[in-house]
């Protein structure tokens, strides 16, 4: 008797290779072009701003040789032997025309004050700490005069013309992220308005029939189940640091159909859509369908711990990234894959996260094959310690912790280990 066939086996598809973070960033960052409009806006009113435009200085900074230091201005061969005593000659201060000044003459010092031209002739300035003024006498050499007790060197305490910033130059380059310094130094050289990119406007929903918000439902009333939307809060929060304006959407059930209408309402008049939640493979995760209905899903899935589950792709005219539901999840994928691709999106020129070597002064046995992001916080030694649960959903870790550890895939760490620590500092502005 024949033997019959056997049944094949069905084997199930390969999945994917989990795409690695640098890999998925450069392909996140090459959707981002820039937003071609910019507007005005006070200077007073542009810290966090994108610049739009280079700006040129039509003058020098400082506009003449001035003094640095209350004091005396002198020629040094004058004062080259100890105890020097000098005529005082002329008083020169801040806010007087450079115009016209009087010569030094020989012997004499002028009486300077901080900000005031140098007279022609002088090459130094004595701070006033270094002298000794002298009673004026009669007869000959009456009149005020100085005993300058430190030798000075040629040049020193002066600020040269230009020394700051020359006219014709560079101050500022397109894309910079204007911060305190950078606006004051606009203005220093005249700039009371400035072109600075415009705000990306970004819709923002999250998703999940077990979401309610603080304030509509008592702790004592939650359902089993039931869980307040925190995500909602940060996300607005480090959108509005980002300059975005926000469209708040709320929450949007776990339905296919709710979903694919959200996305049709948030595409728009947005140029990004934001989501938490519903981006991972379980039956009521609706986000990857939704945006593969209205447009194409073009990310999916990094191989980073926390914040697998992150999708990116394209509704309409208006970019969309979905972020995990688990709060460190979402919170971490936003600093290191969102905000790069908002900064980008305003043109800024640095968008790159910036790390620091430290020492680990903590154990880490459980190497992973994803690129860890561990939260973690420095000690007093300069030393980092880590937090005990480094689960996804201990939004707890994110506020003990002052920054990241950024840990390559298959790395164990050990006490003393020097390892890249990416501080909140950097990444929470």
């Known amino acids: 008797m ?28 090459a959707y981002a072009t820039a937003l071609p409009d910019a507007e005005s806006v006070l200077t007073f009113d542009a810290d966090g701003r994108v610049l739009a435009q280079d700006l040129t200085s039509s003058l020098n900074v400082p506009a003449h040789d001035n003094s640095s230091m209350d004091g005396y201005a002198v020629r040094a061969a004058d004062c080259a032997d100890a105890a020097a005593v000098l005529q005082v000659s002329q008083r020169m201060a801040a806010g007087i025309s450079a115009n016209g000044l009087l010569p030094l003459a020989p012997q004499s010092a002028a009486r300077i004050f901080t900000g005031a031209p140098i007279p022609p002739g002088a090459d130094a300035v004595v701070m006033q700490e270094d ?31 230009g020394e700051d910033v ?33 705000r990306v406007r970004v819709a923002l929903f999250s998703t999940g029939d077990e979401l309610v918000m603080p304030g509509e439902v008592l ?86 711990k926390p914040g697998k589950p992150f999708a990116y792709g394209h509704i309409g005219g208006a970019h969309f990234i979905g972020l995990p539901g688990n709060p460190v999840s979402s ?73 990241l550890l950024d840990n390559p895939p298959g790395r164990t760490i050990a006490h003393g280990d020097m390892v890249q620590f990416v501080p909140f500092s950097s990444l929470l502005c």
């Not at 019959?4 to 960052?29: C, I, W």
């Not at 006219?167 to 910079?176: C, D, F, I, N, T």
Request: glycine share 10%; proline share 6%; charged share 20%.
């Open 2 to 29: 024949n033997a019959s066939p056997a049944t094949p086996v069905s084997t199930p598809p390969a999945r994917a290779a989990l795409k690695p973070l640098d890999a998925a960033l450069d392909e996140l960052l």
């Open 131 to 161: 002298c000794v003024a002298l009673e004026g006498t009669t007869g000959e050499g009456a009149g005020p005069r100085v005993q300058v007790k430190v030798a000075p060197q040629p040049g020193q305490w002066i600020r040269r013309r």
């Open 166 to 198: 020359a006219a014709g130059s560079v101050v500022l380059q397109r894309g910079e992220r204007l911060g305190p310094a950078s606006l004051g130094l606009a203005a220093s050289i005249g700039f009371d308005r400035l072109q600075v990119a415009r």
């Open 331 to 403: 919170f971490v994928t936003f600093l290191v894959l969102v905000r790069p691709f908002i900064l980008k999106l305003q043109g800024a020129r640095e968008v790159a996260m910036k790390s620091i070597a430290a020492p680990a002064h903590f154990t880490w046995a459980r190497a992973d094959k994803r690129r860890e992001f561990l939260r973690v916080r420095q000690n007093a030694a300069g030393g980092l310690d880590l937090f005990d649960n480094q689960s996804s959903g201990v939004l707890t870790s994110a506020v003990w912790g002052d920054g």
């Open 219 to 304: 702790p004592q009333d939650m359902k089993p189940g039931a869980i307040y939307n925190s995500n909602r809060f940060f996300l607005r929060t480090l959108l509005q640091r980002l300059g975005c304006v926000v469209t708040d959407l709320g929450i949007v059930p776990d339905r296919l159909e709710a979903t694919i209408a959200a996305l049709k309402t948030a595409s728009d008049g947005h140029d990004l859509i934001l989501t938490s939640g519903g981006v991972s493979v379980g039956e009521e995760d609706h986000i990857k369908p939704a945006v593969r209905a209205l447009g194409e899903l073009n990310l999916w899935q990094i191989a980073i």
